[in-house]
Nanobody, 116 residues
Framework: QVQLVENGGGLVQPGGSLRLSCAASGITFSRYTMGWYRQAPGKQRELVARITSAGMTNYADSVKGRFTISRDNAKNTMYLQMNALKPEDTAVYYC??????????WGLGTQVTVSS
């Protein structure tokens, strides 16, 4: 059974930092492209950042220079370091694991709220 469990969300003031984690089980983690997506109220889910099995990364323009995605294959865990947070970063953040046609899985999400 595949499980993706996100942790690390919460309430933070503008300019603050959070570190999200996504722990995976039931998949060969190292073979999957891992991604963070977010969905704000009334908006569509959007890609935040993605890291391939080879470690290549890409980011949404809105988070470049502020967010850093990483993975630890030994721990089957992906991370998202979020710095200089803005109110517009407020959303539910979801972890995704994708390996072409083999599998596409989602976590349940973790809430990030940026507010003073």
């Amino acid at each position: 059974q595949v499980q993706l469990v996100e942790n690390g969300g919460g309430l933070v003031q503008p300019g603050g930092s959070l570190r999200l984690s996504c722990a995976a089980s039931g998949i060969t983690f190292s073979r999957y492209t891992m991604g963070w997506y977010r969905q704000a109220p009334g908006k569509q889910r959007e890609l935040v950042a993605r890291i391939t099995s080879a470690g290549m990364t890409n980011y949404a323009d809105s988070v470049k220079g502020r967010f850093t995605i990483s993975r630890d294959n030994a721990k089957n865990t992906m991370y998202l370091q979020m710095n200089a947070l803005k109110p517009e970063d407020t959303a539910v953040y979801y972890c995704n694991a994708n390996w072409m046609s083999i599998g596409d899985y989602w976590g349940l999400g973790t809430q990030v709220t940026v507010s003073s």
